[in-house]
């Protein structure tokens, strides 16, 4: 259903993203942000999945500043290997890769002729909360699990779009309490909590829910659907 297509970041940077599209004119478009595993085989299977559901998807590698080509599974290496390929990004100077993610943001606008949504998992939960606080042409946004989202720094931004957020109540890597002051500042982020551990939504994970997956892509549908539509 979908395929790799170049897109151009403003400093003229060409990165890669994966592009599925609907076999009907899109009801929306939608940018999908990879978790700390890269543009892998579960990241294009949640843009298939988008595609099937009648929006157009793009999910661009974010890692590609860093190294381009990664495509990791979910071993302890390669949880290594990825926490390591994170934090040299989040190491690069400002603007970092937020240009690339408004590059996808363009082509998903201009490509689909739509209104254009984002989701992000694990790290990708970060980044897509940083776009829907700082990048144009978003109409809604959608973290998952979003590492770092409810740091005191990051709950100080201000959303431009409706924002639905998604945790793990069993979350090792984000504190119930700091979810719970995070949706104390933002009173108008719409904050769902879990009975799930960190990464729920993924099939290829040994933390994988499936009733909570399954609730919260019911609700990220509902909630595209009505911001996107």
């Known amino acids: 259903m979908g395929q790799f297509v170049d897109l151009k970041s403003a400093d003229g940077f060409v990165l890669p993203a994966w592009v599925a599209e609907p076999d009907t004119t899109p009801r929306g478009a939608v940018v999908v942000l990879q978790e700390i595993f890269g543009v ?21 590698a974010t890692f590609h500043r860093v190294k381009p080509g990664v495509e990791l599974g979910y071993t302890a290496d390669d949880m290594q290997a990825g926490m390591e390929l994170k934090a040299a990004v989040e190491a690069l100077p400002a603007p970092g890769v937020m240009p690339d993610i408004q590059a996808a943001i363009d082509y998903a606008a201009q490509r689909s002729g739509r209104k254009v949504g984002i989701v992000g998992f694990c790290w990708g939960g970060l980044l897509t909360w940083r776009a829907a606080c700082s990048l144009t042409g978003l109409s809604a946004a959608v973290p998952y699990y979003g590492g770092g989202v409810t740091t005191p720094e990051e709950a100080a931004r201000k959303p431009l779009v409706p924002v639905l957020a998604h945790f793990g109540e069993r979350d090792h890597w984000i504190p119930l309490d700091s979810v719970q002051a995070f949706d104390r500042a933002q009173p108008g982020v719409e904050v769902h909590v879990y009975q799930a551990d960190h990464g729920f939504n993924c099939d290829q994970r040994g933390s994988y829910d499936e009733a909570a997956a399954m609730v919260a892509r019911d609700r990220t549908l509902a909630f595209f659907d009505r911001h996107l539509a």
């Open 40 to 60: 892998n085989s579960h990241i294009r299977a949640v843009a298939d999945r988008f595609a099937a559901r009648g929006y157009l998807a793009v999910a661009s």
